[in-house]
């Protein structure tokens, strides 16, 4: 599969400063960004809500940074490198148009703000994101389904 922005040369530094232009046009009453763990993370305060974007970051020791994709050759140090920079400045494109094109949803009329950003709201008791603490329900919820019930079923109607 195609990674979005699989070839840019925009920085990680400039993706992350778009975005923080980005909300700020929009009204952003704070903006924080950082990373840990292999992870990084956005968050603003926007249309008085707290929003946080996850953006998983790939690691350095992964077959597709570490051997070349033809022949599966190691690759040296620097290589290794350069292709892992590569990854992590399409995944903060990639971020950077999702939350665009959320913006621009709302502006056109084409969704609410809290509907096109409901996954990303943190619960200010929990420190979660709506996301977070429902995933795990709705797991539990399509795996009790019984057969007649499972999505299929649900998409095509009564078959009656």
């Not at 840019?8 to 400039?14: A, F, I």
């Not at 809500?49 to 790939?58: A, D, S």
């Not at 929990?126 to 009790?144: F, P, V």
Request: aromatic letters at 8%; one cysteine or more; a positive charge.
């Amino acid at each position: 599969m195609r990674r979005y922005a699989a070839q840019t040369y925009v920085s990680v530094e400039k993706s992350r400063a778009e975005i923080e232009s980005l909300v700020m046009r929009r009204g952003a009453r704070s903006f924080h960004s950082g990373w840990a763990d292999g992870q990084a993370a956005v968050g603003f305060v926007l249309c008085d809500r707290i929003l946080k974007f996850k953006l998983p970051l790939p690691s350095r020791d992964e077959k597709e940074f570490t051997h070349t994709p033809g022949r599966k050759k190691r690759r040296d140090d620097r290589s290794i490198q350069v292709a892992w920079e590569q990854a992590c400045r399409s995944r903060w494109r990639a971020l950077l148009l999702a939350i665009k094109a959320k913006l621009e949803a709302v502006d056109a009329g084409i969704s609410v703000f809290d509907d096109e950003f409901l996954a990303f709201i943190v619960d200010p008791s929990t420190g979660e994101t709506i996301g977070d603490s429902i995933k795990s329900q709705i797991e539990l919820t399509y795996q009790a389904l019984p057969a007649d019930r499972k999505p299929i079923a649900l998409l095509t109607g009564p078959t009656n």
